[in-house]
């Protein structure tokens, strides 16, 4: 079994909490870590214990990118948060497979 390790997020609204994966709102007067940037949330990895990707919510759709990329992934949009996780944890498979990993 693995150790999931996340950072506290006692001061950010939980916008999906799974076993694995949490998503969580940013803001520019609550930012993550200290780091202000333009997004409106960040999903983070417990496996890795790190930042896996960031987004927007744009017109009632999450838009993001991967975070720990050297160039910009784009996530496939999604309609909810939950399938936009989903979205995410392909891409990142994607990324290491493409990778050798």
């Known amino acids: ?3 999931y390790n996340f950072p506290d ?8 909490n799974g076993r694995r994966y949490k998503a969580f709102k940013i803001t520019k007067d609550n930012p993550f870590d200290g780091e ?3 997004a409106d949330f960040v999903i983070w990895d417990g496996l890795y214990d790190a930042e896996l990707a960031y987004g927007f ?3 009632g759709k ?5 975070s720990f990329s050297h ?3 784009e996530v496939d ?5 939950r399938t936009f996780v989903k979205n995410a944890c392909k891409e990142q498979l994607q990324f290491f497979k493409d990778a050798g990993n």
């Not at 949009?77 to 948060?81: E, F, T, Y």
Request: glycine content about 4%; overall charge negative; proline content about 0%.
């Open 57 to 59: 919510i744009k017109f």
């Open 36 to 38: 202000v940037r333009d």
């Open 77 to 81: 949009s999604a309609s909810d948060i």
């Open 62 to 66: 999450f838009i993001g990118f991967l």
């Open 9 to 16: 997020l006692c001061n950010f609204e939980i916008m999906f």
């Open 71 to 73: 160039v910009e992934i």
């Open 1 to 3: 079994m693995y150790e």
